[in-house]
């Protein structure tokens, strides 16, 4: 079973970007739920995957606990998310891990970097593991399943934030597709 969760659900809850000249700002509560909403559409509707969805009012305690009780080894839970830093220059695509990451998840947290670094045509920057973050510990990422986190671009940076508006069905086509051979595989 794949689990897709938009991370920071709901307008002005997660981090906002800087101003782009045509598409407004990368709301990071309105974009994660969006990109997790059509990457699912896509597997079920191309694929026939099926794809367990957090709900947009959960908090992630809740969340957590609700993934807990339905998954095994076998399933991936992947939390989508908007990077943001003070320093604008800063740009890419990130995937983050435990700090012990299985190596599905060291395979599948690559996979899911240089599909999203390709569609999107940002820099992959690396993956890192949670003490590598300023949070220390995702609780996200402790779950008795393969679970990654991947930080799709900088919204505070202009053109990380452009490209993404330009291409987001792309990246969302091009996610559901790895996604889709993740699954099949598993």
């Known amino acids: 079973m794949i689990i897709l969760v938009a991370g920071h659900t709901g307008a002005q809850t997660g981090a906002i970007g ?9 709301d990071e509560g309105y974009e994660t739920i969006w990109l997790r909403n059509r990457v699912a559409q896509i597997l079920n509707e191309k694929y026939g995957c099926y794809v ?4 947009n009012k959960d908090k992630l305690a809740v969340v957590i ?8 080894k076998d399933d991936v839970c992947i939390e989508l998310h908007f990077n943001s830093a003070k320093n604008s220059t800063a740009c890419g695509t990130e ?3 435990s700090e012990n990451p299985t190596d599905e998840e060291v395979k599948i947290g690559v996979q899911l970097l240089n599909t999203t670094a390709k569609a ?4 992959v920057r690396s993956i890192k593991t949670e003490r590598q973050t ?5 609780a996200i ?5 393969s679970s990654i986190i991947l930080e799709v671009c900088f919204c505070s940076n202009l053109h990380d934030s452009e490209i993404y508006f330009h291409n987001r069905e792309k990246l969302a086509a091009a996610l559901a597709k790895q996604i889709a051979l993740i699954a099949n595989k598993l």
């Open 134 to 138: 300023p949070h220390n510990q995702l």
């Open 141 to 145: 990422l402790h779950l008795p399943c």
């Open 65 to 72: 606990q609700k993934i807990k009780s339905v998954v095994n």
């Open 52 to 55: 367990l969805l957090d709900d």
């Open 120 to 123: 999107l045509g940002t820099n």
């Open 18 to 26: 800087v101003n782009t000249s045509n598409y407004g700002r990368i």
């Open 95 to 97: 995937v983050i891990l």
